[in-house]
């Protein structure tokens, strides 16, 4: 049984930073890509950043990049999103999300998935 838990979101003001975690509970974490998803009202869910099970190579959307930076800490179990310079386009609730020895993918390509943690950014 694998749980996703995020954690540290919160509310921010632009120009602000935040971490967030996801907490994993799986017995081969390292062995799982990992990535992180949002959601803002309204919208489709969409790709943020992610970092492979095999060599830990990130990738982020364009939205992010220079401003997050995603890391694993597989001893811990445990993935990260900084994420700094945020704009009140940001706000959304950002989800964990784990796929066994892939690539990346689209949203439903993923089999396990974090309840979420909201991101409001004021302006």
């Known amino acids: 049984q694998v749980q996703l838990v995020e954690s540290g979101g919160g509310l921010v003001q632009a120009g602000g930073s935040l971490r967030l975690s996801c907490a994993a509970s799986?017995?081969?974490?390292?062995?799982?890509?990992m990535t992180w998803f949002r959601q803002a009202p309204g919208k489709e869910r969409e790709f943020v950043a992610a970092?492979?099970?095999?060599?830990?190579?990130?990738s982020y959307a364009d939205s992010v990049k220079g401003r997050f930076t995603i890391s694993r800490d597989n001893a811990k179990n445990t993935l990260y999103l900084q994420m700094n310079s945020l704009k009140p386009e940001d706000t959304a609730v950002y989800y964990c999300a784990a796929r066994y020895k892939a690539g990346l993918a689209p949203v439903d390509g993923y089999a396990y998935w974090g309840q979420g943690t909201q991101v409001t950014v004021s302006s």
């Open positions: 970092i492979s099970w095999i060599g830990a190579t990130t």
């Open positions: 799986i017995r081969t974490f390292s062995s799982y890509t």
